[in-house]
């Protein structure tokens, strides 16, 4: 495997251990970061080899001199309320600077919506379904989990609203990520029929296109 920094427009920055750079790449944005993840397999997933602890746990002590927001429990499939909703409230309460997610698609789709909805003044969902352009979006950095959706080098997202039973393929050149950290070993502890999952949407992503 060779590791490789390549940036057109989201900078990608692949291969084992290269999340070593994080502290780097997140003080070019700002101090105060809202940090997004699902269910909590980041927290079980080695940070990296020779180094101890679980992602969730480097993660949070290479940020430890940073005003970090947790918005935890994301879903696949990404929920606009509660976790776009919340995500947003967060982000403007605490005059957030950026988004760092951890996890699948599910949950940098999330944050997607979360980035454009905390530079509006109004209802997200004007956004999500394009009654309103948006003219800003918070700097988004990720750290991907999975390889599935691609969502780690596009601007777009997939959100769900389950009371009005709408899901929405919402694109935006703003919220292509700044900053894309793919470390392949986070994949190996992904289950065999989740993998087959990420396998099939990869496809199936390519075909559309």
């Known amino acids: 495997m060779q590791n490789f920094d390549y940036q057109t427009p989201?900078?990608?920055i692949f291969g084992e251990g290269v999340v070593e750079k994080l502290q780097k790449v997140m003080s070019a944005f700002g101090k105060k970061v809202?940090?997004?993840y699902g269910g909590g397999?980041?927290?079980k997933i080695p940070?990296?080899?020779g180094k101890a602890g679980s992602l969730?746990?480097?993660v949070r002590e290479?940020?430890?001199?940073f005003e970090v927001v947790e918005?935890?429990?994301i879903q696949p499939n990404p929920k606009y309320d509660p976790s776009v909703l919340e995500g947003v409230r967060l982000c403007k309460e605490h005059k957030v600077d950026v988004i760092l997610s951890v996890g699948g698609g599910s949950v940098l789709d999330c944050s997607k919506a979360i980035a454009?909805?905390?530079c509006y003044d109004g209802d997200p969902w004007d956004l999500i379904s394009y009654k309103v352009k948006a003219q800003a979006a918070l700097p988004i950095v990720d750290i991907i989990t999975l390889a599935a959706t691609g969502s780690e080098y596009d601007c777009g997202g997939v959100i769900s609203r389950t009371e009005t039973n709408d899901k929405i393929g919402y694109l935006d050149r703003h919220l292509f990520p700044a900053v894309s950290f793919l470390d392949p070993t986070y994949t190996f502890s992904v289950s065999r029929k989740q993998t087959a999952a990420g396998i099939a949407d990869a496809m199936n992503h390519t075909i559309e296109q």
Do not use: E
């Open 56 to 58: 969730y746990d480097y």
């Open 116 to 118: 454009a909805g905390a």
């Open 10 to 12: 989201t900078r990608l």
């Open 34 to 36: 809202l940090l997004t």
């Open 71 to 73: 918005l935890s429990g």
């Open 41 to 43: 397999s980041i927290k």
């Open 47 to 49: 940070a990296f080899r």
């Open 62 to 65: 290479t940020l430890k001199d």
